[in-house]
């Protein structure tokens, strides 16, 4: 429990604001959010460790194998451990640790990020988060949402999206009445693309 709580306290305590897009590797900064380094060109790579600190980096490479355990390799060279990390950021995706995630599944499938892993798949007032685990003979999609940049990323539920919807009778109604996408996450993520692209031309 005391673990758990140094965990989420570590995470929104390093909102840590890093320098303009300097990358080198051991590149420690205070200067941007690391929720708006995320939201940045691919082209930034950087890794949160769980003590907050946060190192950027040229590359960041997924390696997996029959006889290896799942880790990232940066710049080529420098192997950093999956139980080390908060979250990180390649050319590829963005992924959040399964310690900020609210969810009972246990995940050990490396499809896109490191396992157990969260990728961010949409981006705005409400963001998308998702990965994949075991349901007994296959892999399944498991998605979490988060309301605003700094919020909580909880478990996706429909409850919990139609809560956060309901400020966009549209996007709500396409969720509520959309039987034309069959597939959950087609209809999860066009309904929370709508609210965030109305909310943005709303601010505009």
Do not use: W
Not at 41 to 51: A, E, G
Not at 126 to 150: H, L, M, P
Not at 177 to 185: D, E, G, P
Request: glycine content about 4%; overall charge positive; aromatic content about 8%.
């Amino acid at each position: 429990m005391k673990k758990a709580t140094q965990s989420i306290a570590a995470l929104f305590s390093t909102f840590i604001l890093l320098n303009s897009c300097t990358i080198g590797k051991n590149s420690v900064s205070t200067q941007k959010d690391v929720f708006d380094l995320a939201n940045e060109p691919s082209s930034t790579c950087f890794v949160q460790l769980n003590d907050g600190s946060i190192q950027q980096y040229k590359t960041l490479t997924l390696v997996t194998g029959v006889l290896t355990t799942p880790h990232l390799l940066a710049d080529g060279k420098e192997v950093i451990d999956a139980k080390k990390i908060m979250a990180y950021q390649n050319d590829k995706h963005y992924a959040v640790s399964p310690k900020i995630l609210t969810s009972k599944k246990n995940s050990l499938v490396a499809v896109e990020p490191l396992p157990g892993l969260a990728i961010k798949r949409v981006t705005g007032k409400i963001s998308i988060y998702s990965r994949k685990f075991y349901n007994g003979a296959n892999t399944a999609d498991e998605y979490f949402v988060q309301n605003g940049e700094d919020g909580f990323i909880v478990a996706y539920s429909k409850d919990v999206l139609k809560n956060l919807l309901k400020e966009d009778v549209k996007a709500l109604d396409y969720f509520n009445n959309n039987t034309k996408a069959a597939k959950k996450s087609a209809k999860l993520l066009t309904a929370v693309e709508m609210y965030n692209n109305k909310l943005l031309m709303t601010k505009n």
